[in-house]
């Protein structure tokens, strides 16, 4: 049985910010789509738990100002396995 969408924004909340983990790690992790993730974390929770929400907050504007970062060293990761073979 799946847990209410009240119940899942706050698990999501929490897990994002006790690991400072990423939407789609999130959504990895508990099996569900980013798209869900995102809407409960960003739409719910910040009507059911501001306090939670606002930390929710700083993880995501955290990650979304790595991302660039993230994706360039993923880049420079291909290019070296692509060399090696």
Request: aromatic share 8%; proline share 1%.
């Amino acid at each position: 049985m799946k847990k209410d969408r009240t119940e899942r924004a706050c698990l999501y909340g929490r897990y994002m910010v006790q690991n400072g983990a990423t939407v789609r790690e999130t959504a990895h992790f508990f099996g569900t789509s980013k798209s869900t993730v995102h809407k409960l974390v960003t739409g719910r929770l910040k009507q059911i738990d501001p306090a939670l929400y606002g930390r929710v907050r700083l993880v995501l504007d955290t990650n979304k100002a790595e991302r660039h970062i993230r994706g360039g060293q993923a880049t420079k990761e291909k290019y070296l396995h692509e060399r090696e073979r």
